[in-house]
């Protein structure tokens, strides 16, 4: 579950994701949160934090008819490659990418956007074992802890907008503990596991600044090896081939 493909090209139905010099490849937590983030309140703004070879902001062009898309990425590789598959899809004109920390980001951008994406780095940097390597690197949150990413989520979203996240189960409540001193509400959960037998492994979340009834969400993504269940094929088919 939740492991990243190591091919250098990666396709999707509507489009072809280069990914062979970025340290994170296109993993299950990206498109998952790339398929499950909502757009029921037609954003025409969309801010992907940490894009990585850009596969979340790809799949919020597919989605919506948002004339910004903006993608942030401080991986000179990663930035690279993001570029490049944003100008080869069909989407290019409505998405950018910016070549900073998020930190950086925050303080020279007045615009707000009516809906924010991150799929976060989120190992802790007191588990950093020191074996350095550019894709573990990608996933400490030396670079964007939870604090800086939800301040800055707080400063850039509309009153009216949406912060859609990926978390790992066991940091979730942490997460919306730091939202929360951020005005930022929890509004929807879905509790992600492999399989039938094993524990929730994720957390797909969405915060706004507005109160309202919490909707909880499980979802399976396989009830035996390479067999997914109807859940999982229902809100992933509009991108991968197998599907």
Known sequence: ML????SSTFRFKHFTVQQDQSAMKIGTDAVLLGAWASLKHQPNSILDVG???GI???QMAQRSLAETIDAIEL???AFEECVTNFENSSWGARLFCYHASFQEFVVEVDELYESIISNPPFFNHKRN???QNPRTNARFTETLAFEDLLAGV???LSENGVFSCIIPAEFHLEFIAIAKENKLRLNRICYVKGNPDTPVKRCLMEFSFQKSQLQEEDLTIEFARHHYTEDYVALTKDFYLKM
Not at 3 to 6: D, E
């Open 51 to 53: 894009a990585g070879t």
């Open 75 to 77: 991986n000179d590789a």
């Open 154 to 156: 707080a400063n850039l």
């Open 56 to 58: 979340i902001a790809l």
């Open 129 to 131: 074992t020191g074996v």
């Open 3 to 6: 492991k990243n493909t190591l």
